[in-house]
């Protein structure tokens, strides 16, 4: 078992290693000289988001880009909500005339998008989602990188929307590390990673490959996938800044976190033909199987942590209840340093302190590439690093028992 743990902590620094080494020989790709802006249609899709979509549709209407180049279509899925209501208020209120609300029976998310992309008049077809906003520049920075035929489609770089809950707040931190293993990827062509906050697609190409898939879980992450299928390439425009709001609460981040990795397991069974398939070059060869891997090494690592600490407890509880003073003798005779170290086993902690001193130095290059001040939330940091490894381990395990178990998704 030892050695078993030593060959997933050498992969795991290996691979954290490689990851870091790319990141140090990527460049900016030069970007396209627009001498005019192409046409693009936005959808909203909506879906009980009262709260949040009037700040979504007014952050999309003041984006910087020509007003006679950008229609707006919210698609209100079927809302049970005040939405629908507040949608056509926004409407009379911004006096926009490219801006079109489609309503319609609840069908789903992908449904939505569907309906949206068939009645689109320009050539370039985005989506944003209603509980998100968009930069300014951002879609200017995006369009500014569809300067070769084999890009599909370039998504934004997301952030925590003004986090207050330290559930948001570490979620803060993952999304910054998020944009930067994107733009790794993006730079060595293994990124098939969509999200529902300003991303871009060519119109014609999805009409071509079929549209969103009514049937997945994560359309964003599917047709990804199936642009990777097709030849076509996703990358991410740093530079272009979004904001979302995330769940800031355990239960909501269990409903999203479960149907993400539920997701991911049935995109990469759909795609399971890309496995090792040189056609498909890096992303073939290294990147899937180093998305899986890692997957396995998370459940197994983080799995075996627990199993070790419950026995140890199971031990230590039998032995207080057979032992007279077990616990006076225990606790006087660990307090000095010396026996502290001796009663360590070297040949583990030395590799997990290396592989702990990786994971700050990418935290910290994740900061500085998004220009954010590190260990700006101290103790979300702290939970992030020593608390959250088993909370996804059991999103992981869960969404797998759910998946096996075919439990029923929802919008």
Known sequence: MQ????????ISLYLSIVWLSFYLISLDKK?????????ITICIPVYNEEDSIKKTITSVNDLDYPKDKLEIIIVNDGSTDNSLNIVKKIILELKNKNIKLVNKSNGGKSSALNLALRTSKFEYFSCVDADSLVSKNSLKEIISNFNDETIGSVISSI????????????????????????????????????????????KN??????????????????IAMRL??????TIIEKNAITYTNVPNNFYNIWKQRIRW????????????????????????????PVNIIGIFLLVFGVGWIIFNLIFNLYEFVLRVYLIDNYIFNYIFSSVSLKNFLLNQDLFLVIPLLFATLITLITIYLAHKMNSEKALYYPLSFMIYIFVYPYITFIHWVAAIFYEVFKFKKKW
């Open 3 to 10: 050695y078993l743990i030593l060959i997933i902590i050498f």
């Open 31 to 39: 970007k396209k000289d627009i001498l005019e802006w192409p046409g």
């Open 159 to 202: 952030k925590v929307n003004k986090p207050n809950t330290f559930y948001e707040k570490i979620q803060w931190i993952e999304y910054l590390l998020s944009i930067f293993a994107r733009k790794i990827m993006s730079d060595i062509g293994t990124l098939v990673i969509g999200h529902g906050v300003l991303s871009v697609y060519k």
């Open 205 to 222: 190409l999805l009409k071509k490959i079929g549209g969103f898939d009514s049937n997945s879980m994560t359309e964003d992450f599917e």
């Open 228 to 233: 990777k299928y097709y030849g076509f390439k």
């Open 261 to 288: 990795f539920r997701g991911f397991i049935i995109c990469n069974w759909k795609y399971k033909n890309m496995f090792l398939n040189k056609k498909y070059s890096a992303f073939g060869l290294f990147q899937m």
